[in-house]
T-cell receptor, first 111, second 116 residues
Framework: GEDVEQSLFLSVREGDSSVINCTYTDSSSTYLYWYKQEPGAGLQLLTYIFSNMDMKQDQRLTVLLNKKDKHLSLRIADTQTGDSAIYFCAEPLDSGYALNFGKGTSLLVTP | NAGVMQNPRHLVRRRGQEARLRCSPMKGHSHVYWYRQLPEEGLKFMVYLQKENIIDESGMPKERFSAEFPKEGPSILRIQQVVRGDSAAYFC??????????????FGQGTRLTVV
């Protein structure tokens, strides 16, 4: 099947904004996810957005969705060292219960 | 309430041996999903099980791989006669109901399998 595409690495300075981009595969996806994986931990659901929305904001997190281009982005404002992790973009498979994940973007936040 | 527990965290097997990966879902969760992450790849769905039943194994390799979720005890992902290409991180997730847009699946820390 097709792959969800993400850039592999991103490095930002503490206090700056981070933008992680993702291109998904299925234009009919009804919702899209962002997961976070901290070192040694499992994947944690960070946020999600329904396809009938263009933007969703949740405290420091902003998700933007461009359905025409099948492009999803996650913006983290005022990035902190604790935000250093791997961020996965995911879309549901046809089944609805299984997800198709990208390779993950490793975010490194430097002091 | 403990999260999804996977063990072992790291597993090393020689080619031809068997690998058994265990997943204990969160308390009250009867739906389990296994994913595999090959090096430099995204997580790929393998199998979905509900207590004692395999619901969807469309992502499982046809040979050497099997999964079970018995009435009592953890879910087991079994890989027979492992080969180097089986080296990957295997993640388990669980949910209280079939996962949909309104139901979150919680992931374990994963088991890193290395075949030497």
């Amino acid at each position: 099947g097709e792959d969800v595409e993400q850039s592999l690495f991103l490095s930002v300075r503490e206090g700056d904004s981070s933008v992680i981009n993702c291109t998904y595969t299925d234009s009919s996806s009804t919702y899209l996810y962002w997961y976070k994986q901290e070192p040694g931990a499992g994947l944690q659901l960070l946020t999600y957005i329904f396809s009938n929305m263009d933007m969703k904001q949740d405290q420091r997190l902003t998700v933007l969705l461009n359905k025409k281009d099948k492009h999803l982005s996650l913006r983290i404002a005022d990035t902190q060292t604790g935000d250093s992790a791997i961020y996965f973009c995911a879309e549901p498979l046809d089944s609805g219960y299984a997800l198709n994940f990208g390779k993950g973007t490793s975010l490194l936040v430097t002091p | 309430n403990a999260g999804v527990m996977q063990n072992p965290r790291h597993l090393v097997r020689r080619r031809g041996q068997e690998a058994r990966l265990r997943c204990s879902p969160m308390k009250g969760h009867s739906h389990v999903y296994w994913y595999r992450q090959l090096p430099e790849e995204g997580l790929k769905f393998m199998v979905y099980l509900q207590k004692e039943n395999i619901i969807d194994e469309s992502g499982m390799p046809k040979e050497r791989f099997s999964a079970e979720f018995p009435k009592e005890g953890p879910s087991i992902l079994r890989i027979q006669q492992v080969v180097r290409g089986d080296s990957a991180a295997y993640f388990c997730a669980s949910s209280p109901r079939p996962k949909d847009r309104n139901t979150e699946a919680f992931f374990g820390q994963g088991t890193r399998l290395t075949v030497v």
